[in-house]
């Protein structure tokens, strides 16, 4: 008899890892708040906030309980209630405040990870602890000072505890939700694990292009500079409401951070610099867990055999509180796990368990926190060494000229091959399971290559620079793949000849317009619609099509039309939004013995031509003309600010990848992709510049809402004020927050 292990409904929500201790709920704000309840209200006279051009805060804290509380006033006070409820839904209490189902689930996952940070938050150093508590007091600060602004029943006891749950590491439920859909092909939707808070994407009628999520790195090494000093890009493509938050840290002799934070916590991811060295992460592919198969013990209930002998299952019940009208109700439900982690499905005399990189892991601030006071190459390495940080890749550049490339996992070191998304892999004893990670120094790294320079847009590591000889083949089966997609390939012919670049350069080969899909198509295209002798808008739009100089600038005319036409003939337009598999939209399909050439071709002329005759007609229904520039229909719109962009999908291989959400005036807005832009120079007092799309704050009342749009559209970025001295030079404000 097949039974899922969950009470109420099928949900691998209700998965947990063994590392967690099974501890009875509590209400522990009160008992174990640590720091952040020792009067609060007297932290403000430890810490000022200095908002520069732009509304950019720059904390000065004297010490880091402070700083960390300056941070959550910033983003209370630009974001709203965003990171109240981001921290609410650490600590498991989202739908205490809610109600709703969706945060029930959430809840459930939330518990475990909160009980986890409980039992090990004493082994934080005392610096990272001090930043996390006085996150949690800031935020109640705010909240107290502020109670309009935030839901009916929104606490203001947040502790420690709470905020730093929210960097606390999980098992895969990606994982298990690919199992489970494999032998049991129609379970009970079942939530994310990421924090809907921090992680939103965009929403409404986007228009149907793939691949826009991602990001860009670049690290140039003296060698290839104008001033003989290295060049760090940091350029991170998400939804316009992922929360990039610009901001400097400091507090004297123990941290001087500028860069972003993600609104909702202190360190969900953290890029940037300081005066000694800089990073930037990017997205990478890694599989980080596996699924086991373990025997039932047919003799003995709820026991599996195991090493030769009958183990039990562990089980745990777990109780969430919802809000239910004006009142509370609660609902609980039972988990099993195993130490080799948590139970997701039991059938035919098998229980299967997912295994994670990384489940239990509570040290992820601790690691940023180290990244950001380190002063030299081998410190930074040794907080990497950490692993807490268990995905991204990390590009890296330095004062001292160094450039360095990783690509981070906590990679499972596997005794059996991969058993991938679908696959169960049996296990009978310890040696048939994994029990410690690929060694760090096995990870696929550069430093200081030949050519001077390192790239990442989100592809496999064998490309990151290709001066060199490219070796495509994997030591661990698991590593990623060879793959490098077109925004890669146009990063290798923007940065990978012998040049010497200025930072200014560097900027302005990063807002490049070029789409490298139609300099690999478009001949075809070309070629294919003329065999048909077209005659009328037809031939005239081909015609355009040749003149094009294949850019997505904002005046270019044919890139519109190229655009509809490449999501009819991938089969992107709706209803289908779903590309076809590249076999058939390309003649010549991605292949790593020509990483730089391809893909290349049309593989079906005949609906290339079919798709064309439809986006000449549709271009003209839509926009009342064929030949319409680029700009007037892809817009940057925020606040009072709408003006032509360029840039487009990153499937389209524009390095400038921008996703658009359809307006009702049938125009396109920028709503993901591009959009926070950071350059530095380390020079001895580091040179940098930037720029984010979406502005400081979220309210729309607010001067920092849409005063960065129009800059950004226009691919211009605003100086940092870095230094003392600058920042005074800068200072629009300057206050206490909090103060009374």
Wanted: glycine share 8%.
């Amino acid at each position: 008899m097949k039974r899922l292990l969950a009470v109420g409904s099928v949900s691998i929500a209700l998965v947990c890892s063994v590392t967690y201790s099974i501890l009875a709920q509590q209400n522990l704000p009160g008992s174990i708040t640590s720091k952040s309840d020792q009067a609060p209200v007297e932290i403000w006279r430890q810490v000022e906030i200095i908002r520069t051009a732009h509304g950019v805060p720059h904390i000065r804290a004297e010490n880091l309980r402070a700083a960390g509380y300056a941070l959550a006033w910033l983003q209370s006070e630009d974001y709203g209630p965003r990171t109240a409820i981001n921290v609410l839904e650490a600590r498991g209490e989202l739908a205490h405040l809610t109600g709703s189902r969706d945060n029930i689930e959430s809840d459930f996952l939330a518990l475990p990870l909160r009980n986890r940070v409980i039992q090990t938050y004493h082994l934080l150093d005392q610096e990272t602890r001090d930043l996390y508590d006085g996150f949690a007091a800031g935020l109640n600060r705010y909240i107290e000072l502020h109670p309009t602004e935030f839901p009916p029943h929104m606490p203001n006891d947040f502790s420690g505890y709470d905020v730093a749950a929210i960097d606390a590491v999980g098992p895969s439920i990606r994982k298990a939700r690919a199992f489970l859909a494999k032998i049991n092909p129609s379970p009970t939707p079942t939530p994310t694990p990421e924090r809907p808070a921090t992680n939103e994407g965009p929403t409404g009628n986007e228009d149907p292009f793939e691949g826009n999520d991602g990001s860009n790195a670049w690290a140039f090494a003296p060698s290839r500079t104008k001033s003989g000093k290295a060049i760090l890009l940091r350029n991170p493509h998400l939804a316009w409401t992922a929360g990039y938050y610009e901001a400097q840290l400091t507090v004297p002799g123990v941290v001087d951070f500028y860069g972003d934070f993600r609104i909702g916590g202190p360190f969900t991811v953290v890029g940037g610099f300081n005066r000694f060295l800089g990073w930037s992460t990017t997205n990478n592919n890694q599989d980080l867990a596996e699924v086991y198969a373990l025997d039932v013990d047919p003799k003995t209930p709820d026991h599996y055999l195991f090493d030769g002998a009958s183990l039990a299952l562990i089980r745990e019940l777990r109780t969430v509180t919802f809000r239910n009208g004006e009142g509370l109700s609660t609902e609980t439900r039972e988990f099993w796990t195993t130490p080799l982690g948590p139970v997701i499905y039991r059938a035919n005399g098998k229980i299967y368990i997912v295994k994670t990189g990384g489940d239990g892991e509570f040290r992820a601030g601790e690691q940023f926190l180290r990244m950001m006071r380190a002063t030299s190459l081998n410190e930074w390495k040794e907080a990497m060494k950490l692993r807490a940080r268990v995905t991204s890749n990390f590009t890296y550049a330095d004062s001292a000229g160094n450039i360095y490339f990783i690509w981070n996992a906590s990679l499972p070191l596997l005794p059996h091959p991969t058993g991938g998304d679908v696959s169960a892999t049996p296990a009978h004893a310890m040696r048939d399971v994994w029990t410690r990670y690929v060694p760090f120094e096995s990870l696929p790294q550069v430093l200081n290559p030949r050519g001077g320079y390192i790239h990442n847009e989100n592809d496999s590591p064998h490309f990151t620079n290709v001066k060199g000889p490219i070796d495509t083949k994997n030591a661990y089966p698991n590593f990623e793949p060879p793959e490098l997609s077109l925004r890669g390939q146009l990063a290798i012919e923007l940065i990978g000849g012998d040049n010497k670049l200025s930072l200014e350069d560097v900027i302005r080969l990063k807002h490049s317009y070029r789409m490298l899909l139609a300099d690999r198509v478009k001949p075809d295209l070309i070629a294919a619609v003329k065999t048909k002798e077209p005659t009328g808008d037809v031939a005239a739009a081909i015609s355009l099509l040749e003149r094009w100089d294949n850019m997505a600038a904002p005046e270019s005319k044919g890139a519109v039309l190229f655009e509809l036409w490449w999501a009819d003939y991938s089969g992107l337009r709706p209803p289908n939004r779903t590309p076809l598999p590249d076999e058939k939209r390309f003649a010549k399909v991605w292949s790593a013995a020509e990483p730089l050439k391809t893909p290349s071709g049309l593989a079906d002329p005949d609906r290339a031509v079919a798709s064309f005759n439809w986006a000449v007609a549709e271009a003209a229904r839509r926009y009342g003309s064929w030949d319409i520039a680029w700009g007037d229909v892809h817009r940057v719109r925020r606040g009072n600010v709408d003006v032509p962009v360029g840039g487009c999908a990153s499937s389209m291989g524009c390095f400038r990848a921008l996703a658009f959400t359809r307006e009702t005036d049938g125009k396109l807005s920028a709503s993901g992709g591009d959009g926070w832009i950071l350059a530095v120079e380390f020079d001895d007092v580091p040179r940098a510049f930037s720029v984010l799309a979406y502005g400081e704050s979220s309210r729309r009342d607010s001067p920092w809402f849409a005063d960065q749009a129009e800059m950004f559209a226009k691919g211009q970025l605003k100086p940092v004020a870095f230094t003392t001295k600058d920042i005074d030079a800068q200072t629009v404000i300057r206050y206490r927050p909090g103060e009374k």
